[in-house]
């Protein structure tokens, strides 16, 4: 059955062709840090689970040595504005054709393989697809582009290189997590928010409900990591158990509470840091800036949505 | 009162961010300091961080679609996009990104959620169409333009999370269907995903409202002029 470890090989063996490119780039004056490190992501890629836990654990520590240290640069180099304007004239709007693979293929395999069981792990089809469209989308460019041969992994590692350290972060930030999880952070912060509720004042439980839903995402970066905590602090015991409200309205709107607070965070570093570096912004943190007009006044909306609805 | 030193990483990670420390070296540090305050060795700290670390390497298979970005772009795809929206008349930063926003929250509340995305979609098409728009209607400073970038991806992020749990069988639901029948609660996924539609609505109005009203500041830069 095709699952991760396919998705895996493919990823170690791009990470791994970056590193090469990345040596052999003279433009870069730190070329021999980007490809220690992309390497060391390639390892982890094709040989995670046979590194055991403290060897990955090493590992870790070797990626955030060479980044911390300031040892991931740039080159230069790549194509010309002219260049582009003079081949996006002569390809036309075909290339949109080429970059819709990637979600064709997505939804294609997403749907697709349920009616053909047994080939795609189906906890995990949606990577799958999307491994699939990249490569398909690869084979379809470079037969009707005809570029180079290694010019797809030499533009995809300068667009790797623009994104730099930040690469890893989403995946630390889920490894800080598990660690907190397993010192117990969750249920300090469970109970010191259960001691703050006012008591007797049901709009009070609701608004220390969704607020805390929003901080501790902020701090966790992920709604999925408060949820657990806030709703066994709050949620349960008081707004359903006390306060009798509609269980399916309280998790559902305060889930969307959290949310609220993944858009004002740089912990969740997927959606708000990545996007900063592929976009290649000078403030690493203007997306989370752009996020903060919408994110607050829809967490007073579902505060009040909460109020309304559960009771 | 000792459990208080637990929270000693969230504080770290805090000050690390403020102080604009390289944010792997906050985390790893967040982490340490934690485990230490949970009375582990140095030893067994950094195994649960490398254990977690190759657990969660799903997070970062999403870069195996930049060689094709990479082969597009090269081949003129974001000038190609940008020409496509200067020849459209009545295109503008704002509509361009409520319609996108429209299909995002669309698509994902099918489950659709990696059909578009920053790497995807945002950077090699949403963006570079933005930005031609806010181009057409205004001469665009530095900053501005740095502000309809980080609205695309805005954009993509809030049509994503106030679409995504719409759909029955999307993580954050399981999650509460799990977490509740522990309490005791039975609930089916349907119950739950229906109560992320009003979130869904107000989520479309407040951010189009914040489009409109960056349409309204870059037109009127012009006719200022």
């Given at each position: 059955m095709i699952g991760l470890p396919f998705v895996y090989i493919l990823a170690g063996l791009t990470f791994l062709a970056f590193a090469v490119l990345s040596l052999r780039d003279g433009t870069n004056p730190k070329r021999w840090g980007n490809g220690a490190f992309w390497a060391l992501l390639a390892l982890s890629m094709l040989a995670g689970d046979r590194l055991g836990d403290f060897g990955n654990g090493l590992l870790v520590l070797a990626l955030v040595a060479i980044a911390g240290t300031g040892q991931l640069g740039r080159g230069s180099g790549g194509t010309t504005p002219e260049v582009r304007a003079a081949r996006a004239a002569q390809h036309g709007n075909r290339l949109f054709l080429l970059a819709l693979v990637i979600p064709a293929t997505a939804l294609a395999g997403t749907f697709g393989f349920e009616h053909l069981p047994g080939l795609v792990n189906p906890k995990q089809v949606t990577l799958v697809s999307l491994a699939l469209g990249a490569l398909l989308a690869l084979v379809i460019g470079l037969a009707w582009l005809r570029p180079h041969p290694a010019a797809p992994l030499q533009e995809g590692r300068r667009l790797m290189d623009s994104v730099g350290w930040a690469a890893i972060l989403p995946q630390m930030l889920a490894s800080l997590g598990a660690v907190f999880a397993l010192a117990g952070v969750g249920d300090v912060v469970g109970q010191l928010m259960s001691s703050v509720i006012p008591e007797g004042s049901r709009f009070g439980a609701v608004i220390a409900f969704t607020l805390g839903m929003a901080l501790f995402t902020m701090v966790m970066g992920n709604a999925f990591a408060a949820f657990p905590v806030m709703a066994a602090a709050i949620a349960v015991p008081v707004l359903i158990r006390q306060y009798g409200g509609d269980p399916a309205v309280v998790c559902a709107i305060g889930m969307l509470a959290g949310f609220c607070g993944t858009l004002m965070t740089p912990m969740a570093a997927n959606f708000n840091i990545v996007p900063a570096a592929l976009l290649e912004l000078k403030d690493r943190n203007a997306v989370v800036w752009a996020q903060v007009g919408t994110a607050l006044p829809l967490l007073a909306v579902n505060t009040l949505f909460i109020w309304w609805f559960a009771f | 009162m000792s459990e208080m030193w637990l929270l000693s990483g969230i504080a770290v990670m805090v000050l690390g961010f403020v102080l604009r420390f390289n944010p792997l070296l906050v985390v790893v540090a967040a982490a340490a300091v934690t485990g230490l305050s949970a009375g582990l060795d140095l030893q067994a700290i950094v195994s649960a961080f490398g254990k977690a670390f190759n657990d969660t390497r799903y997070v970062s298979v999403v870069w195996i679609v930049l060689p094709v970005i990479g082969l597009l772009e090269a081949h003129g795809l974001q000038e190609r996009a940008r020409g496509l929206i200067a020849g459209l008349k009545g295109a503008t930063t704002g509509r361009l990104l409520t319609g996108y926003l429209l299909i995002r929250q669309l698509s994902s509340a099918l489950g659709l959620t990696s059909v578009a995305g920053h790497a995807q979609t945002v950077r090699p098409l949403v963006a570079p169409m933005a930005e031609a728009a806010a181009e057409g209607q205004t001469n665009l400073t530095d900053d501005e333009r740095e502000h309809v970038k980080a609205m695309s991806a805005a954009t993509d992020n809030v049509g994503l999370f106030f679409g995504e749990?719409?759909?029955?069988?999307i993580g954050s639901i399981l999650l509460m269907v799990g977490f509740l029948e522990q309490q005791g609660i039975i609930l089916s996924p349907f119950q739950l995903s229906v109560w992320a539609i009003p979130t869904a609505f107000a989520a479309f109005l407040i951010h189009g409202f914040r489009l409109w009203r960056l349409d309204r500041r870059l037109g009127q830069k012009e006719a200022g002029q």
């Open positions: - | 749990d719409i759909f029955i069988a």
